[in-house]
């Protein structure tokens, strides 16, 4: 089996069309659908289906898929491991981030980093902490920021402590105190993040055994601080969130320190250009 039939296959699924695969990686749209047959039929199963949102895994494909990811992610570390033995520092790295770190870390990073190795192409997917964390797992990327969490199919390098805030419209009574009692969130409807944006959120409820009055859920922060600030509910969010908060929302401590971390998520096998990069990122910010 060839290397590209790999590549072929995994791009197929990851953009779920062949016409879009082809111009990607450069080959016509029979070339692509040759590369799918013959590979399933070398395998002797089925690998992909058609239907209206185009091209779906089989059982079996998804099986296939996991493995032909971990392949290319080989093959790809292989490649940037004989660069670097030859003293040449290039390659591509998939990193994964969420929207408050890439409003307010990637362009730093990209900056520095791009300064000192011209040859390394960054590429940045913004998802929640769920999908990304899946993503690294499965080989989709090759590194991603992420929060503490107890998902152990990953490696997590901490970073920092992003302080949690209780935030409220200056027009909501609770912005004339300085601090927010944990028992009293109960008593305000609140603006939550949707599952999979929410992992410091639930974890803070949780650990309070704290039952919300959930008004509404939103996944974007800029949403969640616009009904804040709208005086429709409360809300909690970490500090590197709230960077740029507008002047009308209040931001109220809790009686005890409650945070989260903040972390770069990876395999244990990484590759050369991976691993210059989180010696990048942990220079700048790893303060724990």
Known sequence: MSIQRYEVFNKVVQLKNITKAGLELGLTQSGVSH?????????????????????????????????????????????????????????TIKVGSFASVTSQWIPKILNIFSEKYPGITVEIYEDDYKSLE??????????????????????????????????????NPLSKQKIMKVRDIEKYPLIKPKKGWDNEVEDFFNKNQIVPTV???????????????????????????????????????????????????????????????ISTVTDLYQAI
């Open 35 to 91: 590369a799918l047959k013959s590979f399933e039929e070398e395998l002797g199963i089925p690998l992909l289906i058609r239907n209206r949102t185009g091209l779906q895994l089989t059982n079996e494909g998804e099986r296939v898929y996991e493995y032909t990811l971990r392949i290319m992610q080989t093959h790809h570390n292989l490649l940037q491991e004989v660069q670097t033995l030859k003293g040449l520092k290039t390659g």
């Open 134 to 171: 899946k993503a690294v797992s499965t080989g989709e990327l090759d590194i991603c920021f992420t929060t503490d969490s107890d998902n152990k199919s990953i490696e997590f390098i901490p970073l920092i402590k992003d302080k949690l805030h209780c935030i409220v419209s200056n027009e």
């Open 215 to 277: 008004k509404y859920e939103v996944s974007d922060d800029q949403s969640i601080l616009s009904l804040v600030q709208a005086n429709i509910g409360i809300n909690i969010r970490p500090e590197l969130v709230l960077k740029n908060a507008p002047s009308t929302i209040t931001l109220l401590d809790f009686e005890q320190e409650a945070y989260r971390i903040i972390g770069l998520g990876m395999n244990e096998q990484i590759s050369p250009a991976t691993s210059i990069f």
